[in-house]
């Protein structure tokens, strides 16, 4: 367990070994970036809560209600007189526990970067009868969605006894211009097995004064918020603004992406349902593409920024000749083009399948139609359909070859594929996110979202996962067996490749210090 002084600064934290058989201890202290917090109303702005200790260990720590409101009273945990949890040999999760983000070390390693993991705490910071908690799910659709709601629902009945659970109707808006769906177990019965949410969803409508006046009017303390990287970015205000105005409100951030681009977790819910249906119309397209003369099977998958559903799927298919992402460049015409590819497979094959991310190639698509730079109501460029435009492009192409007959179908699986209800693996995945965000939220945890890093769930500050995206590293082995699968060219420079690796490579956690030394920043690519 840890302590922390409550003088005018921050005192040292004493961090246990891990090991619960012996009383060995050692000393680690907060980073510089934190700073004590007085009674409400706190800083408009928190700062990280960053602990370092021996043989360079860091927590990158989650925000607790006391780092603002003190002296709050604490329950004994309702799960310990649960009767489904009576065969298991340790309830609760060690106040100390912390879980690695690198996993792949050498003997001289660092111990690195660590996050608090996930689980339920052997005290709790709310009574179950004064918990009045709310769910809301903002953005595009994506298969889980009731999945997470129903388990939350759920959780916190099942496992906590709370009855006050409400659902904010249509995203964002629907805090302060909508009325609210009440959820109780029966309510949320079977919606698992139904693709979409329940309680609606939607893009923009985000104000953060009147959601969070909503919140404090209402009497709301847990809120569950739902969505991608935007979503994740309002939650996190919609945080510091509860913590501004002291107010002891639980805020849970649950990230969804069908793209699977949120960082530093394994993966988001979704996406392995994403990658199974995208099978189907890989399948379809290789059918039409098989069964007609020099027919080319063309299929455009979700990947706005980030291309794994299209590189996954590829990989499952082994059906597919060509994969196309936002992080590859690619060109048409000329030596190495996409045209030439084609046109030998075509020779060889007497068909083709073509699989290309919605994101890819978009530089192009912007040149030949000399479009503008739109935004949804969310702020996401709204992208230009390539789809269709390489779909114009190759027809136009094989015009020009009249000696070659030549087919083209095109199939667009997108808005079939958001709306499927997930998969067995994804419904495990769901329950697992859902359970840890109420645990985290009862034991007083707030400002932080939910998700596995190398199979061990864990709670993350928002900003690990707002500050950027994730995306396919084009120099890494897993690209590399994709290219090996459909033997397709890279379509990349030499210095094309130089600037991938600068620019993609995260930073060797054994070599960070020695490159600061040298001057210089040591660069790896992620093993798969």
């Avoid at 020779?347 to 978009?362: L, P, R, S, T, Y």
């Amino acid at each position: 367990m840890h302590s922390v002084s409550n003088s005018g600064s921050v005192g040292a934290i004493k961090l246990s070994s891990g090991n619960n058989n012996n009383n060995r201890k050692s000393k680690v202290k907060l980073s510089h970036r934190s700073k004590s917090m007085g009674p409400p109303p706190a800083t408009t702005s928190s700062q990280p809560k960053v602990v370092t200790g021996d043989h360079g260990y860091i927590l990158e720590d989650v925000p607790h209600l006391t780092d603002y409101i003190p002296h709050l009273p604490t329950y004994p945990n309702p799960l310990q007189d649960n009767p489904a949890y009576a065969v298991v040999k340790q309830y609760f999760v060690d106040m100390d526990d912390t879980v690695a983000q690198k996993i792949v070390v050498h003997a001289n390693s660092p111990r690195g970067t660590h996050f608090r993991r996930a689980g339920p705490r052997q005290k709790v910071y709310f009574k179950s009868d004064d918990v009045h908690a709310c769910i809301v799910t903002c953005g595009g659709l994506c298969p889980g969605l009731n999945t997470v709601i129903r388990e939350i629902v759920a959780s916190l009945h099942d496992m906590y006894g709370v009855t006050r659970i409400e659902g904010i109707e249509g995203g964002y808006r629907g805090f302060y211009s909508r009325n609210t769906i009440q959820l109780t177990p029966k309510k949320v019965n079977g919606i698992h097995k139904r693709g979409g949410t329940i309680i609606g969803t939607s893009r923009g409508g985000y104000d953060n004064n009147k959601i969070v006046s909503s919140i404090q009017d209402r009497g709301i303390n847990q809120v569950y918020i739902i969505g991608g990287d935007g979503t994740q970015k309002g939650a996190s205000a919609i945080y510091e603004e509860v913590r501004r105005r002291g107010l002891q409100v639980a805020v849970v951030g649950i990230p969804k992406t069908i793209d699977n681009d949120i960082p530093v977790i394994d993966k988001s819910f979704g996406f392995d349902t994403a990658v199974e249906e995208a099978q189907r119309a890989i399948n379809a397209a290789h059918v039409e593409a098989e069964s007609n003369e020099n027919c080319i099977g063309l299929v455009k998958l979700m990947g706005r920024n980030s291309g794994f559903i299209a590189m996954y799927a590829t990989l499952a298919s082994r059906d597919v000749d060509c994969c196309l992402i936002p992080e590859s460049p690619f060109y048409l015409e000329g030596p190495g083009g996409l045209f030439e590819y084609i046109e030998k497979r075509i020779k060889e094959n007497g068909h083709m399948v073509i699989v290309v991310a919605e994101g890819a190639g978009q530089d192009l698509v912007a040149e030949s139609l000399r479009t503008n730079d739109n935004k949804d109501a969310s702020g996401n460029k709204l992208l230009n359909d390539v789809g269709l435009w390489l779909s114009q492009k190759i027809k136009d192409h094989f015009k020009n070859h009249p000696e070659m007959e030549f087919n083209l179908k095109y199939i667009d699986p997108t808005y079939m594929i958001r709306a499927v209800p997930s998969n067995a693996s994804d419904n495990v995945y769901s329950t697992l996110l859902a359970q840890s965000a109420v645990h985290g939220a009862m034991a007083g945890h707030t400002g932080f979202i939910v998700g596995p890093v190398h199979g061990r769930e864990c709670y993350l500050p928002f900003y690990r996962i707002t500050e950027k995206q994730n995306k396919v590293v084009i120099t890494d082995r897993m690209w590399a067996r994709m290219l090996s699968s459909t033997n397709q060219p890279s379509f990349l420079s030499t210095k094309d490749i130089i600037e991938s690796i600068m620019d993609e490579a995260p930073p060797t956690q054994l070599l960070d210090d020695q490159g600061a030394e040298n001057g210089s920043v040591a660069k790896e690519t992620t093993v798969c």
